[in-house]
T-cell receptor, first 117, second 112 residues
Framework: KAGVTQTPRYLIKTRGQQVTLSCSPI?????VSWYQQTPGQGLQFLFE???????NKGNFPGRFSGRQFSNSRSEMNVSTLELGDSALYLC????????????????FGPGTRLTVL | AQKVTQAQTEISVVEKEDVTLDCVYE???????LFWYKQPPSGELVFLIR??????QNEISGRYSWNFQKSTSSFNFTITASQVVDSAVYFC?????????FGSGTKLNVKP
C-alpha cells in the first residue's frame, strides 16, 4: 500500500508570495493533519481535516489555511509569506484522526521543506 | 496551561545500553492523549505509541516500553538494548481533543 505523499518536496519562495502544499493520504484514510517544524519553535500542530471538514486548528494566524477534497487529499496554503514561515511542513494521515479520541496510527509523509527568502 | 517538557536535550549511549527518555506533561483536563514519535535523520516522523489518560498500563513493544504515571504526570519511554538504528530525535506530545502540544524533543545518539 502506498504511503503518504507530499508535493513538492522542496520549495523556495520570496516574502509576500503565496504557497500551496499538497498531501495525499494512504488509501482509505479520511483524516489528514498538518504540522510545522522549525528550529526555533519545534513541532507545532497546524490543523486536522476529516471528511472535508476542519476538525481542529492550532495556534496559527489566518494566513495559514487548508482544505480537504472528497478523495481525502489535502492542501495547505500560506499567504503573504514571511521569513519565519521557512520550515518543514509535515502531513500525516490516519483512518479517523488523532484529535478525535480514536486509537488510530498516524502515518507521516516525508515533508515539504519551504524556504522563504 | 498545557505543555510538554522533555528536559533531556541530547543523550548519548553505547549500543546495547538501556536508555530512558523522560516526558513530563501539564494539563488540567481529565481526558487527554499522550504520544511518542521518532524522527530519524531522514526527517520523516514515525508514530510510536498513543496512550489515553484512563489507561495507565505500561506498554511493551519489542525493545520499546512506556511507563505512564498520572501521579507524576510523566510518560517515559525506555529502549532496551539500544541499537545504532535507534539514533533519532524522539518527541513526546499531548492532545486533549482540541489542541496538540509537542515537547522540544530528545536527540538520542547510539554509538557502536
Amino acid at each position: 500500500k502506498a504511503g503518504v505523499t507530499q508535493t513538492p518536496r522542496y520549495l523556495i519562495k520570496t516574502r509576500g508570495q503565496q504557497v500551496t502544499l499538497s498531501c495525499s493520504p494512504i488509501s482509505g484514510h479520511r483524516s489528514v493533519s498538518w504540522y510545522q517544524q522549525t528550529p526555533g519553535q519545534g513541532l507545532q500542530f497546524l490543523f486536522e481535516y476529516f471528511s472535508e471538514t476542519q476538525r481542529n486548528k492550532g495556534n496559527f494566524p489566518g494566513r495559514f489555511s487548508g482544505r480537504q477534497f472528497s478523495n481525502s487529499r489535502s492542501e495547505m496554503n500560506v499567504s503573504t509569506l514571511e521569513l519565519g514561515d521557512s520550515a518543514l511542513y509535515l502531513c500525516a494521515s490516519s483512518l479517523r484522526g488523532v484529535t478525535s479520541g480514536s486509537t488510530d496510527t498516524q502515518y507521516f509523509g516525508p515533508g515539504t521543506r519551504l524556504t522563504v527568502l | 496551561a498545557q505543555k510538554v517538557t522533555q528536559a533531556q536535550t541530547e543523550i548519548s549511549v553505547v549500543e546495547k545500553e538501556d536508555v530512558t527518555l523522560d516526558c513530563v506533561y501539564e494539563t488540567r483536563d481529565t481526558t487527554y492523549y499522550l504520544f511518542w514519535y521518532k524522527q530519524p535523520p531522514s526527517g520523516e516522523l514515525v508514530f510510536l505509541i498513543r496512550r489515553n489518560s484512563f489507561d495507565e498500563q505500561n506498554e511493551i513493544s519489542g525493545r520499546y516500553s512506556w511507563n505512564f504515571q498520572k501521579s507524576t504526570s510523566s510518560f517515559n519511554f525506555t529502549i532496551t538494548a539500544s541499537q545504532v538504528v535507534d539514533s533519532a530525535v524522539y518527541f513526546c506530545a499531548l492532545n486533549n481533543f482540541n489542541k496538540f502540544y509537542f515537547g522540544s524533543g530528545t536527540k538520542l545518539n547510539v554509538k557502536p
